[in-house]
C-alpha cells in the first residue's frame, strides 16, 4: 500500500536558523513519483519539486534542497537560512504506479519561522 | 497567465443542506482535480477529470457528492445532503494532462485557493 509518513507535526525555528523536514515513504513499486508542496496561510498549495525513483541526485534550489535516498525510503527538505516568509505547511507527496499514479499527501508538517 | 479559480471561498450551512462549489482551471489544461482536505491532514483526491470524462472516482463518497465537468473546462462539485464531518477546504487543482501523456512536467498540479465548507 502506498503511505506518506511525515512524523514532524510542528517544528519551530528563528529565522536564519536551518531546518529540515522530514518524509518516509511506503510503495512496492519501483516506478514512483514525489513531491514537496508548500501550503502557506493563503491556502493554495505551491509545487515545489518533483522527483522520479529513478534519480537519486539530490538537488538544490536557492535556499531548498531536496534529499531523496531510496534505500531508508526518505525525501527529505532542507530549507537553509530560514525566513519568516517560510512559515507554511509542508507536504510531502506521492504516486505510483499500483496507485494509478494518484498523488498520495502526507499529514503535512507546519513550520513556524519567527523573527 | 491566471490561476486556478474557485468560487466561494466559503460557505457555511447546516446539515443536510446541499452545496455546490465551482471551478475554473487554468486554460488549456486538460485535468483537473477535486481534493478534500480535512483540518490537520493532508489532501485527498475525490474525482480526477480528464477533459470531461472522469479518471479517478474510487474515493468520491457518491451517496452525497457528485463531480461534473461540462465541456472539458469549468467543473462542480457538489453534496447533498451535507454531513457533519463534510466540513473541510475543497481543493481544486489542474494540470496540463496527465500520466498518460508521458510527459513528468504535465503532471504538475496547480492548485486554487480552495473553498472551506462549514457544516453546523
Known amino acids: 500500500a502506498q503511505k506518506v509518513t511525515q512524523a514532524q507535526t510542528e517544528i519551530s525555528v528563528v529565522e536564519k536558523e536551518d531546518v529540515t523536514l522530514d518524509c518516509v515513504y511506503e510503495?512496492?513499486?519501483?516506478?514512483?513519483?514525489l513531491f514537496w508542496y508548500k501550503q502557506p496561510p493563503s491556502g493554495e498549495l505551491v509545487f515545489l519539486i518533483r522527483?522520479?525513483?529513478?534519480?537519486?541526485q539530490n538537488e538544490i534550489s536557492g535556499r531548498y534542497s531536496w534529499n531523496f535516498q531510496k534505500s531508508t525510503s526518505s525525501f527529505n527538505f532542507t530549507i537553509t537560512a530560514s525566513q519568516v516568509v517560510d512559515s507554511a505547511v509542508y507536504f510531502c507527496?506521492?504516486?505510483?504506479?499500483?496507485?494509478?499514479?494518484?498523488?498520495?499527501f502526507g499529514a503535512g508538517t507546519r513550520l513556524f519561522v519567527k523573527a | 497567465e491566471a490561476g486556478v479559480a474557485q468560487s466561494p471561498r466559503y460557505k457555511i450551512i447546516e446539515k443536510r443542506q446541499s452545496v455546490a462549489f465551482w471551478c475554473n482551471p487554468i486554460?488549456?489544461?486538460?485535468?483537473l482535480y477535486w481534493y478534500q482536505q480535512i483540518l490537520g491532514q493532508g489532501p485527498k483526491l475525490l474525482i480526477q477529470?480528464?477533459?470531461?470524462?472522469?479518471?479517478?472516482d474510487s474515493q468520491l463518497p457518491k451517496d452525497r457528492f457528485s463531480a461534473e465537468r461540462l465541456k472539458g473546462v469549468d467543473s462542480t462539485l457538489k453534496i447533498q445532503p451535507a454531513k457533519l464531518e463534510d466540513s473541510a477546504v475543497y481543493l481544486c487543482?489542474?494540470?496540463?494532462?496527465?500520466?498518460?501523456?508521458?510527459?513528468?512536467?504535465?503532471?504538475?498540479?496547480?492548485f486554487g485557493p480552495g473553498t472551506r465548507l462549514t457544516v453546523t
Open positions: 487543482a489542474s494540470s496540463l494532462d496527465s500520466w498518460t501523456s508521458g510527459l513528468e512536467s504535465s503532471y504538475e498540479q496547480y
Open positions: 510503495t512496492r513499486d519501483t516506478t514512483y513519483y
Open positions: 522527483r522520479n525513483s529513478f534519480d537519486e
Open positions: 507527496a506521492l504516486s505510483d504506479d499500483t496507485g494509478g499514479f494518484k498523488t498520495i
Open positions: 486554460s488549456g489544461h486538460a485535468t
Open positions: 477529470f480528464q477533459n470531461n470524462g472522469v479518471v479517478d
